[in-house]
């Protein structure tokens, strides 16, 4: 069965959104960001989008091209989670809208590679509450913003689940990436 790796950048202080608007870092630039990042796309064949994290995404990537990670995520099959989206212009792009959880469950038993997914949102809760994730990765940036509404923060109403760190990874930028199994759901949300 495939897995499917949800692939997230936070700041210390939980959010999530708009990490292209987030200050930067400076410093040293490290080629294993940009190595885990490749090796994570590589062993996928597919990703799984919600609809904001898909329209940025849209707005970027089919325009770049030429490196392995470009090419390879515009090639990719691509599953957007959405009620509203209706006429995806990004190649290889098929909407979810009606029964998500049955679809994603499908997703998960066909044959293929594993499926990753980018952001953290209401299909990420979603999938752990049915326990159709089975890793996070954590881009944790050393940067505390100082703002951001409810949902642009990783915290939010969902199960509990319990998690085991499988490996970390410290970047000379100070980003530390935390690689996390999903263990099990401990307790539905109320």
Request: aromatic share 8%; hydrophobic share 40%.
């Amino acid at each position: 069965m495939r897995r499917i790796i949800n692939s997230t950048f936070i700041t210390l202080d939980g959010v999530v959104e708009g990490p292209h608007l987030w200050p930067s870092l400076g410093g040293e630039e490290d080629s294993r960001s940009y190595q885990l990042h490749i090796d994570l796309i590589q062993s996928c064949d597919a990703v799984v989008m919600g609809r904001r994290t898909y329209e940025g995404f849209a707005a970027a990537w089919p325009t770049r091209s030429g490196d392995p990670y470009s090419d390879r995520l515009n090639a990719m099959r691509k599953y957007v989670v959405s009620t509203t989206l209706t006429a995806p212009e990004w190649n290889n792009t098929q909407v979810i809208e009606g029964d998500v959880v049955a679809e994603l469950t499908a997703l998960k038993h066909a044959p293929g590679n594993d499926i990753v997914q980018y952001g953290f949102g209401d299909v990420s809760r979603l999938m752990l509450e049915h326990g159709l994730l089975d890793e996070i990765r954590l881009w944790v940036h050393p940067l505390i913003l100082g703002s951001g509404d409810p949902g642009d923060l990783l915290f939010g109403a969902t199960s509990s689940v319990g998690l085991a760190l499988v490996e970390s990874t410290q970047l000379r930028d100070g980003v530390v990436v935390l690689r996390y199994e999903v263990e099990r759901v401990l307790a539905r949300a109320a």
